[in-house]
């Protein structure tokens, strides 16, 4: 490979991090970048400064099962999304935002599809919503914490990572295929592996609308979910009988990042 002309520099912003694996900021907020920790933290970047206090702190939440010492552990926080009408008080999702983190079983509530395969299920992956504290901008209330929807997980690699909105308003995700390999063994259906069966959220692409639906019942005609704690989009592609609704696209591997 012949040597080319361009010189990078690196220029450090910000140091002494543990495993920072995601950054963004919220609808029109030039000044922050809000900065996502592996071990379950959510720092502030403000005018290319950090900020000494997190903005969140649920390295309780998200640990156990994360094994900050393993460089092959793929649980803890990994995705978070503001919702299109953060800024708008009218919105229901003003000053909401949402995570995507693993969390040990037993807390919340449960996603009530059956998860893929006859494994063990170690812990789950969740997606939370949060409001920002009405006192500080640059914090962001922990006890407003919702669980959403969860999917049970048996591997600790194959979760995933992203949350987003998309322009209909709806908001993706992509739990992974569960992990291990070759899509088979523990965890997977066989054959044919978690991603090519549509009984699964595992291996998929998923829409929903986060909203409580309690907050928009005058003006969604989408199915609640049944843990009543988001809305289906009825055109949602999968509808037939044992199939989930979530599912948006399938066939996917590990889409950590879209």
């Given at each position: 490979?012949?040597?080319?002309?361009?010189?990078?520099?690196?220029?450090?912003?910000?140091?002494?991090l543990?495993a920072?694996?995601?950054?963004?900021s919220a609808?029109?907020?030039?000044?922050?970048?809000f900065?996502?920790?592996?071990?379950?933290q959510?720092?502030?970047?403000?005018n290319g400064s950090?900020?000494p206090?997190?903005a969140?702190?649920?390295?309780?939440?998200?640990?156990p099962?994360l094994?900050i010492?393993s460089a092959?552990d793929?649980?803890?926080?990994?995705?978070?999304?503001?919702h299109?009408g953060?800024?708008n008080p009218l919105?229901?999702?003003?000053?909401t935002?949402?995570?995507f983190?693993?969390q040990?079983?037993?807390?919340?509530s449960?996603?009530?599809?059956?998860?893929a395969?006859?494994?063990?299920?170690?812990?789950?992956?969740?997606?939370?919503?949060?409001?920002m504290?009405?006192?500080d901008?640059?914090?962001?209330?922990?006890?407003?914490?919702?669980?959403?929807?969860?999917?049970?997980?048996n591997?600790?690699?194959?979760?995933?990572?992203?949350?987003a909105?998309g322009?209909?308003g709806?908001l993706?995700?992509?739990?992974?295929d569960g992990?291990?390999?070759?899509?088979?063994?523990?965890?997977?259906?066989e054959p044919?592996?978690?991603?090519?069966?549509?009984?699964?959220?595992?291996?998929?692409?998923l829409?929903?609308?986060p909203?409580?639906?309690?907050?928009n019942s005058?003006?969604?005609?989408?199915?609640?979910?049944?843990?009543?704690?988001?809305?289906?989009?009825?055109t949602?592609?999968?509808?037939?009988?044992g199939?989930?609704?979530e599912?948006?696209a399938?066939g996917?591997r590990?889409p950590?990042?879209?």
């Amino acid at each position: 490979i012949p040597k080319g002309t361009i010189s990078i520099d690196l220029v450090p912003i910000a140091t002494g991090l543990a495993a920072p694996l995601y950054g963004i900021s919220a609808p029109g907020d030039t000044n922050r970048l809000f900065v996502l920790e592996q071990k379950g933290q959510i720092l502030v970047m403000q005018n290319g400064s950090l900020l000494p206090t997190p903005a969140l702190d649920i390295q309780s939440l998200v640990s156990p099962p994360l094994n900050i010492s393993s460089a092959n552990d793929e649980r803890g926080l990994l995705g978070l999304a503001f919702h299109p009408g953060f800024n708008n008080p009218l919105s229901p999702g003003f000053q909401t935002l949402y995570t995507f983190n693993s969390q040990p079983l037993g807390t919340g509530s449960t996603y009530p599809t059956p998860n893929a395969g006859t494994a063990t299920q170690n812990f789950k992956n969740v997606v939370n919503q949060f409001k920002m504290s009405v006192t500080d901008p640059n914090v962001i209330d922990p006890t407003s914490r919702r669980e959403v929807f969860s999917v049970g997980k048996n591997a600790s690699n194959h979760n995933g990572g992203t949350v987003a909105f998309g322009p209909d308003g709806y908001l993706y995700l992509a739990p992974g295929d569960g992990g291990n390999a070759n899509d088979v063994g523990p965890s997977h259906i066989e054959p044919g592996g978690n991603a090519q069966n549509l009984s699964t959220p595992l291996g998929k692409m998923l829409r929903i609308d986060p909203i409580n639906p309690t907050l928009n019942s005058g003006t969604s005609m989408d199915a609640i979910s049944p843990n009543g704690q988001y809305r289906i989009p009825t055109t949602n592609p999968f509808q037939g009988a044992g199939q989930v609704p979530e599912i948006y696209a399938y066939g996917f591997r590990n889409p950590y990042r879209f």
